[in-house]
């Protein structure tokens, strides 16, 4: 496989990841979240993991606090000049990503 045809599946994967959370998500946050803020809050969960250790965890069944999760993504979106992420918001679509996360392995 090239790498154009890897970026391509890259793509559409992604692009079912976010179909499916905004379909976990209830009807009022679904217009508060288009793509390029849905990928950026998706992008800062996958930091998180990322710097909280939790990728290189070696455990069978990993605990994840889901409201860390969202007290991280909050502060990095202030951090960077985002607007405001409400925590609530937040943790639903770690949890929704969660889901997918595990249901695709």
Same mark, same amino acid.
């Given at each position: 496989?090239? #790498?154009?045809?890897?970026?391509?599946?890259?793509? +559409?994967?992604?692009?079912?990841?976010?179909?499916?959370?905004?379909?976990?998500?209830? #009807?009022?946050?679904?217009?508060?979240?288009?793509?390029?803020?849905?990928?950026?809050?998706?992008?800062?969960?996958?930091?998180?993991?990322?710097?909280?250790?939790?990728?290189?965890?070696?455990?069978?069944? #990993?605990? #994840?606090?889901?409201?860390?999760?969202?007290?991280?993504?909050?502060?990095?979106?202030?951090?960077?000049?985002?607007?405001?992420?409400?925590?609530?918001?937040?943790?639903?679509?770690?949890?929704?990503?969660?889901?997918? +996360?595990?249901?695709?392995?």
């Amino acid at each position: 496989m090239n #790498i154009d045809e890897e970026l391509l599946l890259d793509e +559409q994967e992604t692009q079912r990841e976010m179909q499916y959370i905004r379909q976990q998500l209830p #009807i009022d946050m679904k217009d508060s979240y288009p793509d390029q803020r849905l990928t950026w809050v998706l992008d800062a969960i996958a930091t998180y993991y990322y710097e909280s250790g939790v990728l290189e965890s070696q455990a069978e069944e #990993i605990d #994840i606090d889901m409201d860390e999760v969202a007290r991280y993504v909050c502060s990095l979106a202030e951090q960077e000049g985002q607007s405001p992420l409400d925590a609530q918001e937040v943790r639903l679509i770690a949890e929704a990503d969660l889901d997918f +996360q595990e249901q695709n392995l």
